[in-house]
């Protein structure tokens, strides 16, 4: 499914889900008038590949509604993912700066909203308004930052590895609850499995022991972080 929008409307959900992303935030409401106005958006199903490593693409995405993963493959061929991106978040932003074929693999978890820049309009934003290039720095340095506190967890014990994940999904699409907990989504255990590399019998073993503790709160769709402060202080 497929619909464009008229972001000069005001009263387009489109255009404020567009405009309340954090890529967004501070700039000038002309700057974003130009910016997004050949955006085009799009409805996914879950589990539907949106873009392939290698491809060329013409465009920047920004995720309105739902989530997706970032995944590639080891030189054994097993898939590891490397990030989960929801609402508020973009991809795609490398190959149009640079370019160059896409890197990654993305693929959908849930039914998404996804809203198509063209790379050509990403890159003139950037060229021209110097608080768009501050978000982008922003973003990379962010991503970096929770690559590397990963990578410094990689040889703890099972606990901190799987607390790091929810710490790292909750930075990324954590949503606070009127009770002071966080919330995020509650992800197929072979997803955080794969963020981890733990096998996913042993993740499932230690959200059981944390849900015990009353560290986390499982739902269906959701998982709710009482505290934050709880569960950081089990990263070793």
């Known amino acids: 499914m497929e619909d464009r929008f008229n972001t000069r409307d005001p009263n387009s959900n489109i255009n404020q889900l567009i405009v309340s992303t954090p890529f967004f935030a501070g700039l000038p409401e002309p700057v974003i008038e130009r910016a997004t106005l050949h955006i085009v958006t799009r409805s996914h199903p879950s589990n539907q590949v949106i873009l392939l490593e290698n491809d060329w693409g013409t465009s920047v995405y ?61 890159v003139q934003l950037i060229h021209t308004e110097p608080l768009a290039g501050i978000r982008l720095a922003q973003l990379m340095a962010r991503r970096l930052r929770q690559v590397n506190r990963r990578l410094r967890l990689r040889e703890s014990d099972s606990t901190s590895r799987v607390a790091d994940i929810l710490l790292f999904l909750a930075e990324g699409q954590g949503k606070i609850m009127l009770s002071g907990g966080t919330e995020i989504p509650n992800l197929p255990h072979r997803e955080l499995s794969s963020l981890s590399g733990l096998a996913r019998e042993t993740v499932t073993r230690v959200l059981s022991k944390l849900e015990k503790k009353g560290t986390i709160e499982r739902e269906r769709d959701v998982l709710c972080i009482p505290d934050l402060h709880a569960l950081e202080r089990l990263l070793v």
């Open 62 to 122: 920004f995720i309105l509604d739902g989530w997706v993963k970032i995944r590639t493959y080891n030189l054994d061929g097993k898939e590891v993912t490397l990030n989960i991106l929801g609402k508020g978040e973009l991809f795609g932003e490398m190959a149009a700066i640079e370019e160059a074929p896409r890197s990654t693999d993305v693929i959908t978890l849930a039914p998404t909203l996804i809203g198509n820049m063209p790379s050509q309009d990403f």
